[in-house]
């Protein structure tokens, strides 16, 4: 987009608005607030100079003029230049279109994404920053990504952690095992199905991303099932308006104990961001506590918890795919949900490995792979 940004100075008032979008009032405070200059912002760090407490009361604009090349000029009453670029504003356009052009783009998928799951050969990733910023651009719109070919040694999933980001070390470890046996002693971690969760929402804050890694899988079921949990949120938003509002407004405890462990954290089981869009979900039955909220309000939120529950399995939302030695699944474990089908540990072995990353570090990753190819 390359339009022509136009200004407005009305008593006070700066308005600006660009050929092909609604114009927006420029409150003064938050302009001279992003003025680039050396004196307001380090030219090397682009750090920030002064604090909003130096800026005087009553700052306004006493002339404003704008050139298609050199962009915006201020004087302000304080005797203080800004300059913008025209790239710069545009860039921070506040009109509606404007912003809602910038928020990441999601895509909400259903069992249909079966047929074109976002993959990538694990060597390929390493040696071509082309395929790793294509596979991070999957990740960042579906939420999750697999990775095939990854080496089938135990404790590789830490060294895929650590390459897309940092593994988060927590009292399981560095990592976990997910692991049966034919015949086991300990029959109660074994076999059974477990419905779509999220991990650890007793931690604050919760594993941003998991992976899983696939050593052995010869025991028959035992496949994997994701659930788009921002999808499900949009569901349910859609059919019970008030259920969603409420999973967004009244937290629930979530708790995990053992001998030397008490982890214990409040999360809504849906959160939206200020533009209403769902932005973070938590899910998980068994490490489910107990509701702490006002009497009145514990039969409506119940109800609302089933009604989303009851979204989460619907059939046509599962993503259902196996697992074969070598592949890892890599998920956004505030979006993607995950489960498993029931599996027979007597009829062959079954070996995970797993471990936590925080979201920040490979969303990082993703931003400067951009901003390589896109100086
Ligand atoms: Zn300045």
């Not at 604009?61 to 302000?76: E, F, H």
């Not at 928020?103 to 694990?122: G, K, N, V």
């Not at 008490?262 to 869009?277: F, P, V, W």
Request: hydrophobic residues 40%; proline residues 6%.
């Amino acid at each position: 987009m390359t339009d022509t940004i136009h200004v407005a100075l009305t008593d006070g008032s700066l308005e600006l608005h660009s050929d092909s979008d609604a114009p927006w009032a420029v409150s003064s405070d938050w302009l001279r607030d992003n003025c680039r200059c050396a004196a307001c912002r380090h030219p090397g760090n682009g750090q920030k100079l002064y604090a909003i407490v130096d800026l005087p009361d009553g700052l306004h604009v006493v002339t404003a003029v704008i050139d298609p090349d050199q962009g915006l000029q201020v004087r302000w009453s304080d005797g203080h230049v800004s300059s913008y670029t025209p790239a710069w504003l545009r860039d921070h356009a506040l009109s509606d279109a404007a912003r809602s052009a910038r928020r990441r783009s999601t895509t909400l998928w259903t069992r249909d994404l079966l047929a074109r799951l976002p993959m990538a050969d694990w060597p390929a990733l390493l040696a071509d920053p082309v395929a790793e910023l294509a596979w991070l651009e999957q990740y960042a719109a579906l939420g999750f990504g697999l990775l095939r070919q990854v080496p089938c040694e135990p404790g590789m999933v830490a060294q895929v952690g650590d390459r897309l980001g940092f593994v988060r070390i927590t009292n399981y470890g560095r990592l976990f095992d997910v692991k049966s046996v034919p015949n086991p002693t300990n029959l109660a971690y074994t076999a059974v199905g477990l419905g779509v969760h999220s991990d650890n929402p007793y931690r604050h804050p919760s594993p941003g991303v998991q992976l899983l890694h696939c050593l052995e899988s010869e025991a028959p079921g035992g496949d994997t099932l994701l659930v788009d949990g921002f999808h499900a949120a949009d569901i349910l938003r859609r059919e019970d308006p008030a259920a969603f509002a409420l999973l967004c407004r009244i937290p629930m405890n979530f708790r995990y104990a053992d001998a030397s462990t008490e982890l214990q954290a409040r999360q809504t089981l849906i959160s939206a961001d200020m533009d209403g869009r769902v932005c973070a979900v938590h899910f998980n039955n068994r490490s489910a506590d107990w509701l702490d909220a006002p009497a009145a309000e514990a039969l409506p939120w119940y109800q609302a918890y089933r009604a989303f529950a009851h979204i989460l399995k619907r059939p046509e939302l599962e993503l259902v795919f196996r697992l074969d030695p070598g592949d890892c699944v890599v998920m956004q474990n505030d979006r993607t949900l995950h489960g498993r089908t029931a599996f027979d540990p007597g009829r062959g072995r079954r070996h995970l490995q797993g471990c936590y990353i925080d979201g920040d570090a490979m969303e990082s990753r993703r931003l400067v792979l951009r901003r390589t190819r896109n100086p």
